[in-house]
C-alpha cells in the first residue's frame, strides 16, 4: 500500500488550502483514512478520518474549519482547510487503517499501518 499526499504550500491566515492524498496498492474502500498533523517539537496529532462507511470526525481545532472527504472511484482522501490560523502550520500526514481497527483507535497514530511522506503547510502573513 502506498499513500501519496500533496497540496501543500504557503498561505495567509484565513486563507484556504486543499490536500489530497492518492492509496494505491489495494482496496480503498478497506481503509479508514485519517489526516494527522506535526508543528515542530510537538507530537503527530489526529486532525480529522473519514471512515469506511463515510462518517467523518473532526479533532476540536479542525471542527467547523476542515473536512475531509473520499472519493472511493478515483481513490483519493482530501482534506479542505478554511480559516487556516498561523497554529495550523505543520507537516500534514495522511494515513490508512485498516478494516479490522477498532474504533477508538482511529483518533491515535499506533491506529494506523500505512502512512503517507507528509506535505508542508505554512499559514503565514
Known amino acids: 500500500v502506498q499513500l501519496q499526499a500533496s497540496g501543500g504550500g504557503l498561505v495567509q491566515p484565513g486563507g484556504s488550502l486543499r490536500l489530497s492524498c492518492a492509496l494505491s496498492g489495494s482496496t480503498f474502500s478497506n481503509f479508514a483514512l485519517g489526516w494527522f498533523r506535526q508543528a515542530p517539537g510537538k507530537e503527530r496529532e489526529f486532525v480529522a478520518v473519514?471512515?469506511?462507511?463515510?462518517?467523518?470526525s473532526y479533532a476540536a481545532s479542525a471542527k467547523d474549519r476542515f473536512t475531509v472527504s473520499r472519493d472511493n472511484a478515483k481513490r483519493t482522501v482530501s482534506l479542505q482547510m478554511n480559516s487556516l490560523k498561523p497554529e495550523d502550520t505543520a507537516v500534514y500526514y495522511c494515513?490508512?487503517?485498516?478494516?479490522?481497527?477498532?474504533?477508538?483507535?482511529?483518533?491515535?497514530?499506533?491506529?494506523?499501518?500505512?502512512w503517507g511522506q507528509g506535505t508542508l503547510v505554512t499559514v503565514s502573513s
Open positions: 494515513a490508512a487503517a485498516r478494516i479490522s481497527t477498532i474504533l477508538s483507535q482511529l483518533w491515535i497514530p499506533e491506529g494506523y499501518t500505512e
Open positions: 473519514n471512515r469506511r462507511s463515510g462518517v467523518t
